[in-house]
């Protein structure tokens, strides 16, 4: 991601206005032309002219029936995260050195503040493609990612395009500590249509075997989810931590899904040299599906990018979700 030194000597000016545009570049995140933009690390820096490589989204306006996603934030040094209850799915993946991070889809209702935010990845693109035109808000991405996600069918929000929108909060350090007004971005929750994932939700299918507790591994994170008969949800635990908000509430999703996917390298890597995973969410494979204390076995399918993804049973009987915050956590097909 970084820019590639300059050969020829430059004045003590000069310098200093190079390492301005190479910290811009390599946060990945960029604003309105000119204007002094959050770099994603805590940091504002000026914005540079606009390259054909690295020209920024552009702005859109939020459609009425569209969800909102966020992509959060999911070290330790980021928790305990904010209105991440609120969400009605959030997806669980895994990005580089083996470690997990979360995108959080809002449609029924919208918390004062969500976060920390954190910058986006190739693959989300793919994910969003299931939803029509969402807004997805995140602190930046590498440069050369960004005009992928200006030709995406979705409104891309980063620090700096709406005033207030997002704020850097003084409990945790830098980059662990940006958060966003859902409320800047656009009014009211647009309702559960926005949902157009290709979800269900009713009655439990037939069958299943009793399970109590699931555990998804990452090289470096973990989930686990223990069920709960008194209050009828799953209790995540995170890198064996149970998983609270910072208002002090626990991380209780009505469903889990573990989807089994296919996880491969993609042309991008982080400041550190890592590569970045690719979670591929269109095709088809299985699924595990907890509710009610259960689990059922499952078919994922997803034909094409703007498809929902359907889960079914091995006959072709839908698979129902129970109603509440669904957890899609996205493992590694063997």
């Known amino acids: 991601m970084g820019q590639r030194a300059r050969t020829r000597r430059v004045t003590t000016t000069a310098a200093l ?182 979800f269900r939700f009713g009655a439990a299918p037939a069958g299943g075997t009793p399970q109590t507790s699931r555990t998804v591994r990452y090289p470096s994170a973990s989930f686990t989810f223990d069920w709960s008969a008194d209050r009828r949800r799953w209790l995540l635990s995170t890198d064996g931590a149970p998983t609270l908000t910072s208002e002090g509430q626990r991380v209780t999703p009505a469903t889990v899904v573990v989807q089994y996917v296919k996880v491969r390298a993609s042309r991008f890597h982080d400041f550190l040299g890592n590569t970045t995973p690719y979670t591929e969410t269109v095709g088809s494979g299985t699924a595990d599906v907890l509710r009610d204390g259960r689990m059922y076995e499952a078919r994922w399918k997803r034909a094409k990018p703007a498809d929902g993804t359907d889960f079914t049973t091995a006959d072709g009987q839908p698979v129902n979700f129970a109603e509440g915050q669904v957890w899609v956590v996205f493992a590694q097909a063997s």
Not at 168 to 189: E, S
């Open 17 to 198: 206005l190079a390492a301005t545009v190479t910290v811009t570049l390599a946060a990945g995140c960029a604003g309105g032309p000119h204007t002094p933009v959050d770099d994603g690390r805590g940091r504002t820096v000026g914005t540079p002219a606009a390259t054909p490589s690295d020209t920024p989204p552009p702005r859109r306006t939020a459609a009425a029936s569209a969800p909102l996603a966020v992509k959060i934030d999911n070290v330790r040094a980021a928790r305990p995260q904010t209105g991440l209850r609120a969400a009605d799915v959030v997806y669980a993946e895994q990005v580089e050195g083996g470690l997990s991070r979360l995108m959080a889809v809002f449609a029924t209702k919208l918390p004062k503040v969500v976060g920390p935010v954190r910058s986006a990845r190739e693959s989300d693109l793919e994910l969003l493609r299931q939803y029509d035109r969402p807004t997805l808000a995140f602190s930046g991405a590498q440069h050369k990612l960004l005009p992928l996600i200006g030709q995406a069918p979705l409104r891309p929000e980063q620090p700096g395009n709406v005033e207030g929108a997002f704020f850097r909060g003084a409990d945790k350090a830098a980059p662990h500590n940006l958060f966003l007004r859902p409320a800047r971005l656009m009014p009211t929750a647009p309702t559960a249509t926005a949902l157009t994932n290709g």
